[in-house]
């Protein structure tokens, strides 16, 4: 079925590294890929997204590239701070054309130590 | 504006017993989605609504799990016969339309003792 694979599970960073999480997914009809921060206890929010008709986007501190024929897409979160400690999600639409169908990858808890 | 909300925050029930969970999108927004969060996993797809109507319902594990959107606007998940396995965080979110990104709600987060 399909699938979106999440790595690492853990990242520890000192402040002021950089931080990469990897995500391969297996749907190839799949055309829109956005990235959810969850603090615990609260909702998923939407920090990054990209489409399938671009290769990288970029905001601030943070960029996601994709590999349509690999299907590998990566955050990128630069000079990171204590407050992007949380746990990340990458997902993945189901088939193509409803951006809220999506299927998620199981996470990564993120700390960046002061 | 204000975001999704969802209600009741938490809910504790025994097994057996039924459960009604209920979001409200941001207004405007046509698109709902139910999800469910178990701990240390993602979000699972459960039912999508495109205004009134269940667009796709392929993540409902079973004909306990029922949802409605009479007018378009709030949705209640339904779940009758409610069993430890359904304990989670149910998440709803929404979206302008099926095109654009979905924000979410905080959650109900789901007992069953």
């Known amino acids: 079925g399909e699938n979106v694979e999440q790595h690492p599970s853990t990242l520890s960073v000192q402040e002021g590294d950089s931080a990469v999480i990897k995500c391969t997914y297996s749907d190839s009809a799949s055309n829109y890929f956005p990235w959810y921060k969850q603090e615990l206890g609260k909702r998923p929010q939407l920090i990054i997204d990209i489409r399938s008709n671009v290769g990288e986007k970029k905001d601030q501190r943070i960029a996601v590239t994709l590999n349509k024929t690999a299907k590998h897409f990566s955050l990128h979160i630069t000079e990171t701070q204590p407050e992007d400690s949380a746990v990340y999600f990458c997902?993945?639409?189901?088939?193509?054309?409803?951006?809220?169908?999506?299927?998620f990858g199981q996470g990564t808890t993120l700390q960046v130590k002061p | 504006g204000a975001g999704v909300s969802q209600t009741p925050s938490n809910k504790v029930t025994e097994k057996g017993k039924y459960v009604e969970l209920r979001c409200d999108p941001i207004s405007g927004h046509t698109a709902l989605y139910w999800y469910r969060q178990s701990l240390g996993q993602g979000p699972e797809f459960l039912i999508y609504?495109?205004?009134?109507?269940?667009?796709?319902d392929s993540g409902l594990p079973n004909d306990r799990f029922f949802a409605v959107r009479p007018e378009g606007s709030v949705s209640t998940l339904k779940i009758q016969r409610t069993e430890r396995g359904d304990s989670a965080v149910y998440l709803c979110?929404?979206?302008?339309?099926?095109?654009?990104?979905?924000?979410f709600g905080q959650g109900t987060r789901l007992t069953v003792v």
């Open positions: 979110a929404s979206s302008l339309n099926k095109n654009t990104e979905a924000f």
């Open positions: 609504f495109q205004g009134t109507g269940a667009a796709d």
């Open positions: 997902a993945a639409t189901s088939g193509s054309g409803n951006t809220g169908k999506l299927i």
